[in-house]
């Protein structure tokens, strides 16, 4: 069964940082592109980060740009983002999505053939 499992998600206060995790199980990533979507409630899914399946080429949303970064092991079948400077504004429900692809990165959740069940993150003092 191919499987995408998110984890790491919690509270964390504003201007704090979370790392989140995201595994692979009956596939492997490599040549994957993987990306981290979320939704806060009444609010569209929205692309944050996304990383080529050679872990070269990378994408931010203009929210997220310059506050995370997105990493990838494919040799542990995982892909990592690490949120800092956490705002109340990024409290949602984070998932993690994987297609196949060569080189490509992308914010587009229609891209994406996998996905995880999602970890929730809050902000909140």
């Known amino acids: 069964q191919l499987q995408l499992v998110e984890s790491g998600g919690g509270l964390a206060q504003p201007g704090g940082s979370l790392r989140l995790s995201c595994v692979a199980s009956?596939?492997?990533?490599?040549?994957?592109?993987v990306g981290w979507f979320r939704q806060a409630p009444g609010k569209e899914r929205e692309g944050v980060t996304s990383?080529?399946?050679?872990?070269?080429?990378?994408s931010f949303s203009h929210s997220a740009e310059g506050r995370f970064t997105i990493s990838r092991d494919n040799a542990k079948n995982a892909v990592y983002l690490e949120m800092n400077s956490l705002k109340a504004e990024d409290t949602a429900v984070y998932y993690c999505?994987?297609?196949?692809?060569?080189?490509?990165?992308?914010?587009?959740?229609?891209?994406?053939?996998?996905w995880g069940q999602g970890t929730q993150v809050t902000v909140s003092s």
């Open positions: 990383i080529s399946g050679d872990g070269v080429g990378r």
């Open positions: 999505a994987a297609y196949r692809a060569i080189g490509a990165v992308s914010l587009i959740d229609h891209s994406y053939q996998y």
């Open positions: 009956g596939f492997s990533l490599d040549g994957y592109t």
